[in-house]
């Protein structure tokens, strides 16, 4: 906020005073003298007291870019084989080209960790450093281990899976790779998902149980079952499930977060629902445009139209060509509109 300070002193009848008598002339000199020095000193104190004030506000602004510089976050540059998948804290960030890189931004200060996959090599991972940014190398070998192929090989399959008999083969594939390595975590989570795909939710749970014999603590899991438990109306498990997926991840579990704002959209708590998707938003760092479109969606139903804009907004930035793409931009003109009229001031 910006102050103003507008001061006034003309003594505007004074020499008019002076001029009515000879007599008073040398007294009125003097007058006036004293008023000059008096707003000379207080000129002077003026300046002090701005000067005062501007070093205040410079420190002011100095101790708060101290404190934001403390929590800037920077990029790191992951360094693999060409076309290999990368993850970032357990979330799918993408694929590196052929150059074999892929660079994440918006990293926070504190530790984690890149995993890295690449068709025919066994998987890496590397965790990495509070401080550690810039190139991180993570370098592959080929993989021998046929659980570990075939494990491969459901995944690409289940990503490229567009109808039932896909899903189908992509599930045998993690089947192989069960039976071949009967303690596998990451394969009965791939087939829950394949068979949650296919609307098999039984079964998708019993595999969600079955990773958790191997590795109690499976927020992946627990973040999965939570879709699970929210596609057969147990929304109540379906939150318990989000919310322990979220603390197994310590805090870091885009999916659990997203689906707690779909379950308290669902429910009417839009504020909850915003909160959640902010998460969300915050941790992918605005890789997936399709949360703009919940956020937006939340914030209209709200009737926080200045806040829903700007979420349609971002999604047109990051997804111009998206499917969603025609519906926000056939609806964002007239929230602008009622924007306009909600922040318009009243009339009098």
Same mark, same amino acid.
């Given at each position: 906020m910006?102050?103003?300070? &507008?001061e ?34 207080l ?25 934001t510089?403390?929590?800037? %976050?920077?990029?790191?540059? @992951?360094?693999?084989a060409?076309?290999? %998948? ?5 979330v =799918?960030?993408?694929?590196t080209?052929?150059?074999g890189?892929f ?12 995993r890295? =996959?690449a ?21 592959? *070998? ?6 570990? /192929? ?11 899976? *567009? ?5 189908g ?6 089947r192989?790779?069960?039976? /071949?390595?009967p ?5 009965h989570v791939g /087939? ?9 939710y ?5 595999e @969600? ?14 973040? @999965? ?8 109306s147990? &929304?109540?498990?379906? %939150? ?13 579990q ?12 669902? =429910? ?7 909160k959640a998707?902010?998460?969300?938003v915050?941790?992918l ?11 937006? =969606? ?12 700007a ?12 499917k969603?793409?025609p519906?926000?931009?056939? %609806? ?17």
């Open positions: 910006r102050e103003m300070l &507008n006034e002193t003309k003594p505007r009848s004074l020499t008019h005073t002076c001029l009515l008598s000879q007599f008073s002339s040398s007294l009125c000199g003097l007058f006036i003298a004293l008023i000059i020095l008096t707003a000379s000193s000129t002077h104190a003026q300046k002090q007291q701005k000067s005062a004030s501007a070093r205040k506000a410079t420190t002011a602004a100095a101790s708060v870019k101290a404190k510089s403390t929590v800037t %976050v920077k990029s790191i540059i @992951v360094k693999s060409p076309q290999a %998948v990368v993850w970032f804290d357990e =799918r960030r993408g694929v080209g052929d150059s890189q660079e994440i931004t918006k990293v926070s200060p504190g530790r984690h960790t890149v890295v =996959r068709a025919g090599f066994a998987e890496r991972t590397v965790s990495l450093l509070p401080a550690q940014r810039g190139i991180v190398a993570a370098p592959l *070998t080929r993989a021998t281990d046929e659980a570990e /192929l075939a494990f491969q090989s459901a995944e690409d399959a289940r990503e490229r899976a *567009t109808s039932d008999e896909a899903r083969a992509s599930a045998e594939l993690y192989r790779a069960l039976r /071949l390595r303690r596998f975590p990451a394969a /087939l829950a998902r394949v068979l949650f795909d296919s609307n098999d039984e079964a998708a749970l019993v @969600v149980d079955e990773a958790r014999k191997d590795r109690p603590a499976h927020a992946e899991a627990s973040a @999965v079952e939570g879709r699970i438990l929210r596609a057969t147990q &929304n109540d498990e379906a %939150v318990a499930a989000y919310k322990r997926a979220i603390r197994e991840a310590r805090g870091f885009p999916e659990a977060y997203t689906g707690l704002g779909i379950v308290y959209e669902e =429910r009417g708590e839009y504020e909850e629902a915003a998707f902010l998460k969300a915050a941790q760092s605005d890789t997936e445009p399709v949360l703009y479109e919940l956020l937006g =969606r939340t914030y209209e139903r709200l009737e926080k139209y200045k806040e829903a804009v979420a349609y907004e971002k999604y047109l930035q990051l997804a111009p060509n998206g969603l793409a519906a926000i931009e056939s %609806v964002i003109e007239q929230l602008r509109k009622q924007a306009a009229e909600q922040n318009a001031p009243p009339l009098n």
